[in-house]
């Protein structure tokens, strides 16, 4: 791999926000108002450097940045991976930029890569491979691959994973942690057996309540009594007809970084809980307490930016809230007055499904409705599209706005601070300039 480190999307507000907030925004003495008017000053040269004048630029957020002026290019290379933003190469990491998810279901290529620990070493025989089932259960037993083919009812779904930490880099104060901006999500269609038909057949006791899952992935220390992470989900989430036991990503087996040659796809929550290079599932009877399930958590009420939260008062992360992306055109697009725009993307909410989707050329002041489509099948993330308009030359951003199927909508920025960064759902946006 080669390259510089990845670097947070919010960079020039990392040190001093409130120095860089006060230096380009005239604030206004109201404390209760939001709203910030950039200083005469801090607009020409923004102007200047966006190449274009700003037609909204009054209706801006206080402490805004223009996507224009936020964006990096700098980028590690995988191989197979090309066009990724890599942000860690022990473990492997990487994102794609938002465009590069603008297929129907992603392809391996373009599918964000999360590790928590370093790969099986050596190649791996499908054939040799087997996974164990044991804890509360009447019939402990171990499963190859060929028994799993061969002794349960085959599905295939277009199922939608994000990692728990996509958003990251819009925390402020930062979180630890990979940097992730918008694209560690993908929707693959799955090819594999129910979990909860696996489980069924090896007969749940009264006291399952919880799963543990192990991968055979090795601890970054390579100390093979270590696991690099073990989450689980409710026995609920394990028996959902859509979490599955999977060997095939988009009709072919496995990618190697995506598990090879077996992996759990629990959609819809953190991909954390979709464990690869699958070799014990443990059921327990009370949470399960393997590594790492301590860490994918947040405050169970709001707390203030840099906060430190006791343990008990954090809540582990379960169905991930509704979002969106725009995924065509690539931000910076720069088109001719009096050309209509059309753009797409993708929209998706956890355990829920999508009901709205809206969209803004004028920093959220007025919003129209997109055409938003159905899903292929629960988990799937849902595809939109809409034609815009511009009134007049200059800068612009498009913003997506998703409302769940509960009533409840994007925010427009990044919503309550938490020490580990997670589940920023803050709307996605893309720079459009319109000339002469």
């Given amino acids: 791999m080669t390259g510089k480190k990845e670097r947070g999307l919010w960079e020039l507000y990392a040190k001093d926000p409130e120095k860089a907030d006060a230096e380009i925004w005239e604030r206004k003495p109201n404390p209760l108002s939001r709203r910030g008017f950039l200083k005469k000053t801090g607009l020409v040269t923004m102007a200047l450097t966006l190449g274009s004048q700003i037609p909204f630029f009054r209706n801006m957020p206080g402490g805004f940045i223009p996507l224009a002026l936020a964006e990096t290019n700098d980028k590690k290379i995988i191989e197979g991976k090309e066009g990724l933003i890599v942000l860690n190469d022990r473990p492997v990491n990487a994102e794609p930029p938002a465009h590069l998810l603008d297929d129907e279901f992603t392809p391996k290529e373009k599918h964000f890569v999360r590790n928590n620990g370093l790969p099986p070493e050596g190649k791996i025989d499908a054939n040799q491979w087997k996974f164990s089932i044991e804890g509360e ?17 085959h599905h295939t779904y277009a199922l939608q994973i994000e990692c728990g930490g996509n958003g990251r880099a819009g925390y402020n104060p ?8 918008f694209g560690a999500v993908g929707c693959a269609k799955y090819k594999g057996v129910r979990l909860g038909d696996v489980l069924k057949a090896a007969e749940l006791k009264d006291s399952a309540v919880y799963t543990g899952y192990y991968g055979a992935d090795l ?3 390579g100390n093979p009594d270590k696991a690099s992470i073990s989450r689980g989900t409710p026995i609920t989430k394990a028996l959902d007809d859509q979490t599955l036991i999977v060997w095939e990503m988009n009709g072919e087996p496995l990618p190697a970084l995506h598990g090879f040659p077996l992996r759990i796809i629990s959609p819809g929550w953190p991909a954390s809980a979709s464990p690869k290079w699958l070799k014990r599932i443990w059921v327990r009877d009370r949470i399960h307490d393997g590594m790492k399930m301590n860490k994918y958590r947040v405050p169970k009420y709001p707390v203030k930016p840099g906060a430190s939260v006791p343990m008990e008062d954090m809540a582990i992360i379960e169905s991930m809230p509704v979002k969106s992306l725009i995924t065509n055109p690539e931000t910076g697009i720069k088109i001719k007055l009096g050309n209509k725009l059309d753009i797409r993307g993708h929209a998706w909410a956890g355990d829920l499904s999508v009901q709205a989707l809206h969209v803004s050329i004028d920093f ?9 489509k159905d899903p292929l099948n629960p988990y799937a993330w849902q595809n939109w599209n809409a034609t815009l308009q511009f009134p007049s030359q200059g800068y612009y951003e498009v913003w997506a706005r998703a409302t769940d199927s509960a009533g409840v909508m994007q925010p427009m920025v990044v919503p309550g601070w938490n020490p580990s960064g997670y589940i920023n759902n803050a709307m996605h946006r893309i720079a459009v300039t319109v000339s002469q």
């Fill in 174 to 181: 930062p979180a630890k942690g990979n940097q992730w901006k």
């Fill in 137 to 153: 259960v009447h019939k402990p037993f171990q499963l190859s691959l060929e028994d799993l083919k061969s002794k349960f009812k």
């Fill in 364 to 372: 959220g002041q007025t919003w129209q409705k997109a055409d938003l």
């Fill in 219 to 221: 601890h970054l220390s």
